[in-house]
């Protein structure tokens, strides 16, 4: 993380700025009115700025969206689809998760939660069909159908 | 009602025709002041010369109303130049700012009182035209840097503090000048002089350490009550002020620095465009009273204060602006800024109406702000040209 630096400005708010790993200096100007101002200082002069984007709140938010925040992955990942009561849904087995090693047979899945696993996912192979001695491994994406109920509770068994 | 509104007869109708013209013109100057990226208070100041005594379209509307309405005009700007900052701002700029903040008095406000003395005015005068001298304009140097995207500059923050200290300094120097011009012996002065100080220092306590109260008490009305209320206190204060001597205008700055918090935003965002209407008000009618020949006749000093202090004041922002570590660009950027004196320097000469120069302070000080205020605009988009290129 690189330092960031804060700098108060009397009746205008607060600025933030700090260098990025190629050794330019942007920086952040939050006015007292919620807007903000993105700079990018230049090289010749390190005390101007270059370009200044005034940015409303909503602006932000978009902006902050598209560099990568939260928001992006987790539309992705509740892209379902559904037919009449069946959803169909990704769920990652994660490092921690109490499964990570187990076969899906020992997880009995089925019987508890309702929800079949129709594939794996595992790096860049998927496996279709496992069978019930199929190992799941840390990192696994499983390809899940059932209740959206039932894949919920799935989910929160695998500790996705 | 009707009959009631034609009892007031042609006078009212008269008086809504002209003063209706008088804001209809404001408004267009306003609008090309805008487009060409300057304060608009030169050009309200040139409108009040035009429609004054000896212009060439006087008006006739009764002088009083104006007056009252260009009064209150002052303590609304004083009330919002209150409300920038908040008092945690004002104790870090205390503890910052004081080394510039000295210079900046001492290299802009000696020349001004120095031309007073040889222009052979009183004391007052002359210390009143120290002090036109010394306060840039908060209000054009705010508009130039937002314009010209420079918040976000490194010598940025030298020049906000330095305006900081200004304001801070005007809450110990209007009492006094207040308190001088309203004095008739040394004696007697000295004595309201200490009667003042003393006021605002109680209110300035009283305001740092219970405004949290006032704005807390303040924020939960709604926008109505808080721009009635806002305004009542002002012009109450300012009165109580102004009964104590302590001029009114410094009793609205004490209540704008009192208001914290999110009223504080929301305050200023709602007494804005009150203050624009009644301080535009107050511009149009401080150059009212100048005839256009006595601004003739302070041309040549004008243009020389202009030009000194035009001068100190680069050296200070200069200065304020390399103590940050700021290179030679941004010294000239924030150097050239600062020149520009406006608002508070016609409120300064304002007071000085009764004094035994005032015409002359108006004259000199309508004609100083017209000239730094609009060459700090233009000199301070061309500043790195004023660096010998490299």
């Known amino acids: 993380m690189p330092q960031v630096t804060e700098t108060h400005l009397p009746g205008v708010g607060v600025r933030h700025d700090f260098t990025t790993a190629r050794g330019e200096r942007v920086g952040v100007v939050f006015h007292r009115s919620g807007r903000r101002e993105l700079l990018l200082y230049g090289r010749e002069d390190p005390d101007a700025c270059l370009t200044a984007l005034h940015l409303s709140p909503d602006d932000t938010r978009t902006l902050a969206e598209l560099l990568g925040a939260t928001q992006v992955s987790e539309v992705l990942a509740t892209v379902q689809q559904r037919l009449e009561g069946v959803a169909l849904d990704w769920v990652n087995v994660p490092a921690g998760s109490p499964f990570a090693g187990s076969t899906i047979r020992r997880g009995q899945f089925r019987t508890q939660t309702g929800v079949s696993i129709v594939a794996v996912i595992r790096g860049d192979a998927t496996v279709p069909a496992p069978g019930p001695d199929f190992e799941l491994q840390p990192g696994d994406v499983t390809v899940a159908v059932g209740t959206p109920e039932g894949l919920s509770e799935f989910a929160d068994l695998l500790g996705a | 009602m009707t009959f009631l509104f034609a009892a007031a007869g042609g006078d009212a109708a008269l008086a809504f025709i002209e003063l209706g013209a008088v804001a209809i013109g404001l408004a267009v100057l306003a609008r090309l002041a805008g487009r060409w990226g300057i304060t608009a208070i030169p050009f309200y100041l040139l409108a009040g010369l035009a429609v004054g005594e000896g212009g060439f379209a006087p008006l006739d509307v009764s002088s009083d109303f104006i007056s009252l309405a260009g009064d209150i005009g002052v303590l609304l700007l004083l009330l919002t130049l209150g409300l920038e900052y908040t008092s945690d701002e004002l104790r870090q700029g205390l503890r ?120 807390s008490l303040l924020a939960r009305g709604s926008d109505e009550a808080l721009l009635l209320s806002l305004f009542g206190i002002t012009l109450l204060v300012g009165g109580l002020a102004e009964q104590l001597q302590v001029s009114a205008a410094i009793g609205a700055f004490l209540v704008g620095l009192a208001l914290s918090g999110p009223v504080q935003a929301r305050a200023g965002a709602l007494i804005e465009p009150l203050r624009d209407l009644f301080a535009a008000t107050f511009f149009l009618f401080f150059s009212f009273q100048i005839r256009p020949g006595s601004l003739v006749a302070v041309a040549v000093p004008a243009l020389l204060l202009a030009a000194v202090t035009g001068g100190t004041k680069l050296a200070t922002g200069w200065f304020a602006a390399r103590r940050m570590g700021v290179a030679l660009h941004g010294r000239l950027r924030a150097g050239t800024v600062l020149i520009a004196r406006g608002e508070f320097s016609i409120v300064l000469a304002s007071l000085g109406a009764a004094a035994a120069d005032g015409e002359e302070l108006r004259a000199l000080a309508a004609g100083y702000v017209l000239l730094t205020a609009t060459t700090a605009t233009l000199l301070t988009k061309h500043a790195e040209r004023l660096a010998p290129a490299r």
């Open chain 2, 96 to 215: 910052t700012g004081v080394a510039p903040g000295l210079l900046d008095a001492a290299a802009n406000f000696t020349p001004g009182f120095l031309a007073g003395v040889v222009l052979g005015w009183e004391v007052e005068g002359a210390l009143l035209l120290g002090g036109v001298c010394w306060v840039s304009s908060s209000g054009v140097i705010a508009k130039v840097l937002s314009d010209l995207d420079r918040l976000g500059n490194r010598e940025t923050p030298a020049i906000l503090n330095l305006l900081v200290m200004e304001d801070l300094a005007m809450a110990a120097y209007l009492p006094v000048m207040a308190a001088l011009l309203a004095g008739t012996g040394v004696a007697d002065a000295a004595l309201t002089v200490g009667i003042s100080l003393a006021a605002v220092a109680v209110i300035l306590t009283l305001a740092l350490r219970w405004g949290q109260g006032l704005s």
